[in-house]
């Protein structure tokens, strides 16, 4: 059975850093490409960083680049996102992704499994 644990959530002030953790287990992840998504209230699901387990490039949102880093830990089936200079807007539930076709790697539909998410609110 496929698992994303998501972990390290909690609330901050803006300006503050949170780093965020996701543990996969369950099956071999070594093609994939790991996301993490995040919702806001009323909002729709949005891409935020992405990473494959071979390495590479990282990929990420706009919003986030400069700010946000993500990382994964191959020999622990651990993948991170570093948040600093945390902003109010970057409040919502963040999810962590699994994407095995790991070619499309911003959109919600390519990934086929999801974590349960983890609340980041960002105080002003």
């Known amino acids: 059975q496929v698992q994303l644990v998501e972990s390290g959530g909690g609330l901050v002030q803006a300006g503050g850093s949170l780093r965020l953790s996701c543990a996969a287990s369950?099956?071999?992840?070594?093609?994939?490409?790991m996301g993490w998504f995040r919702q806001a209230p009323g909002k729709e699901r949005e891409f935020v960083a992405a990473?494959?387990?071979?390495?590479?490039?990282?990929y990420y949102a706009d919003s986030v680049k400069g700010r946000f880093t993500i990382s994964r830990d191959n020999a622990k089936n651990m993948v991170y996102i570093e948040m600093n200079t945390l902003k109010p807007e970057d409040t919502a539930i963040y999810y962590c992704?699994?994407?095995?076709?790991?070619?499309?790697?911003?959109?919600?539909?390519?990934?086929?499994?999801w974590g349960q998410g983890t609340q980041v609110t960002v105080s002003s």
């Open positions: 992704a699994a994407n095995p076709g790991g070619s499309i790697l911003t959109k919600k539909y390519a990934y086929n499994y």
């Open positions: 990473i494959r387990w071979t390495g590479g490039t990282p």
């Open positions: 369950g099956r071999t992840f070594s093609g994939d490409v």
